[in-house]
T-cell receptor, first 114, second 115 residues
Framework: AQSVAQPEDQVNVAEGNPLTVKCTYSVSGNPYLFWYVQYPNRGLQFLLKYITGDNLVKGSYGFEAEFNKSQTSFHLKKPSALVSDSALYFCAVRAVYGNNRLAFGKGNQVVVIP | GAVVSQHPSWVICKSGTSVKIECRSLDFQATTMFWYRQFPKQSLMLMATSNEGSKATYEQGVEKDKFLINHASLTLSTLTVTSAHPEDSSFYIC???????????FGEGSRLTVL
């Protein structure tokens, strides 16, 4: 079964500084990897995904993530954080061959300090 | 882009009543819909997978008689919380898998508060 680890509970970063949210995964075979963002009392908004191709994936709102197969990681990054980036971030994985069930990490609260 | 609508967004009910939450894919057909439950500041917990025209598959520990799921068409799935109790208060989110592509799209969630 697939699983995701997001080791940090909260990530604090000053506005304008680089933001990194860590994610490692476990899956049988090749993975599909996703990042979602959630604002209070809202559903999940899709940020980006890795399906195949370039390991560096660019997504919405200036976010990007790098797929590293050897380290089974898919860390989310943004070069310059904004206060409006403060939210809950979820990494998710599913196997390429299988159903569409996503395994979510526990989420990371990102707090961008003005 | 593909839109998934959940209704109601907020619902408050008395203990013992039943509440129905709808999940609609507005501009695409969804072969599969997923229902999740989320507690404050926690991850999404998959409750069940519903496929159009067949019975839902429930995750271990989820009471199927408590959480009734119907997926009558390719654009609508419903979750009914029967005889709701305060411990059922939670944020419920659905996602829909787009026919042919398998892409997943999430609803905005429904906040249930049982008094």
């Amino acid at each position: 079964a697939q699983s995701v680890a997001q080791p940090e509970d909260q990530v604090n970063v000053a506005e304008g500084n680089p933001l990194t949210v860590k994610c490692t995964y476990s899956v049988s075979g090749n993975p599909y990897l996703f990042w979602y963002v959630q604002y209070p009392n809202r559903g999940l908004q899709f940020l980006l995904k890795y399906i195949t191709g370039d390991n560096l994936v660019k997504g919405s709102y200036g976010f990007e993530a790098e797929f590293n197969k050897s380290q089974t990681s898919f860390h989310l990054k943004k070069p310059s954080a904004l206060v409006s980036d403060s939210a809950l971030y979820f990494c998710a994985v599913r196997a390429v061959y299988g159903n569409n069930r996503l395994a979510f990490g526990k989420g990371n609260q990102v707090v961008v300090i003005p | 882009g593909a839109v998934v609508s959940q209704h109601p967004s907020w619902v408050i009910c008395k203990s013992g009543t039943s509440v129905k939450i709808e999940c609609r894919s507005l501009d695409f057909q969804a072969t599969t819909m997923f229902w999740y439950r989320q507690f404050p500041k926690q991850s999404l917990m998959l409750m069940a997978t519903s496929n159009e025209g067949s019975k839902a598959t429930y995750e271990q520990g989820v009471e199927k008689d408590k959480f009734l799921i119907n997926h009558a068409s390719l654009t609508l799935s419903t979750l009914t919380v029967t005889s709701a109790h305060p411990e059922d208060s939670s944020f419920y989110i659905c996602s829909a898998s787009k026919l042919n592509t398998g892409e997943l799209f999430f609803g905005e969630g429904s906040r249930l508060t049982v008094l």
